[in-house]
T-cell receptor
Framework: GQQLNQSPQSMFIQEGEDVSMNCTSSSIFNTWLWYKQDPGEGPVLLIALYKAGELTSNGRLTAQFGITRKDSFLNISASIPSDVGIYFCAGQLGRSQGNLIFGKGTKLSVKP | DSGVTQTPKHLITATGQRVTLRCSPRSGDLSVYWYQQSLDQGLQFLIQYYNGEERAKGNILERFSAQQFPDLHSELNLSSLELGDSALYFC??????????????FGPGTRLTVL
């Protein structure tokens, strides 16, 4: 089936550093979403992107919908310990399809 | 709190058994999705219901079935359980289920352990 390539798989950073992660696909996506999952919890929606080239921020988080519609990135600025978790990108292939295709996740560890 | 509720939180059962997972969507959402999360496969879409009708199917095994009731809650039934069915099962909901702005909100999940 369809897959999203998410990288990096894991990151170990110092508190205060900026973080960048991305997702790529061979298919064109209609919507890109970024989620964060804490251990034992469900994914929490962080940012939703709907148009190619769109750049959207949510506090210290910024995400962009790639111009080719085949990629997206998420940046976290000035990381803090509570940013720890697994970040997933997810895409919706077409407007008639509701289900999401997920990347494998980026595990973020922040050292105080 | 996403507004999506799932019960039970944990389920431990034996191979060959059958279990039912329950989900209540956010108020006003008509679509319910079921996803399976395992270590090796990540988050995989299983099935979607919209206003009581099945709308899309993903990688759902024939041993698994689901339904959405008139009050819009949904149940995922897993039968003839195998060790490999051990995973986290998430329910998500959205207002419609297609189109733009189809943001999905996830419940806390049910952790299924098959022994």
């Amino acid at each position: 089936g369809q897959q999203l390539n998410q990288s990096p798989q894991s990151m170990f950073i110092q508190e205060g550093e900026d973080v960048s992660m991305n997702c790529t696909s061979s298919s064109i996506f209609n919507t890109w979403l970024w989620y964060k999952q804490d251990p034992g919890e469900g994914p929490v929606l962080l940012i939703a992107l709907y148009k190619a080239g769109e750049l959207t921020s949510n506090g210290r988080l910024t995400a962009q919908f790639g111009i080719t519609r085949k990629d997206s990135f998420l940046n976290i600025s000035a990381s803090i310990p509570s940013d720890v978790g697994i970040y997933f990108c997810a895409g919706q292939l077409g407007r008639s399809q509701g289900n999401l295709i997920f990347g494998k996740g980026t595990k973020l560890s922040v050292k105080p | 709190d996403s507004g999506v509720t799932q019960t039970p939180k944990h389920l431990i059962t034996a191979t060959g058994q059958r279990v039912t997972l329950r989900c209540s969507p956010r108020s006003g959402d008509l679509s319910v999705y079921w996803y399976q999360q395992s270590l090796d496969q990540g988050l995989q879409f299983l099935i979607q219901y919209y206003n009581g009708e099945e709308r899309a199917k993903g990688n759902i095994l024939e041993r698994f079935s689901a339904q959405q009731f008139p009050d819009l809650h949904s149940e995922l039934n897993l039968s003839s359980l195998e060790l490999g069915d051990s995973a986290l099962y998430f329910c998500a909901s959205s207002v419609l289920g297609w189109g733009a702005y189809n943001e999905q909100f996830f419940g806390p999940g049910t952790r299924l352990t098959v022994l």
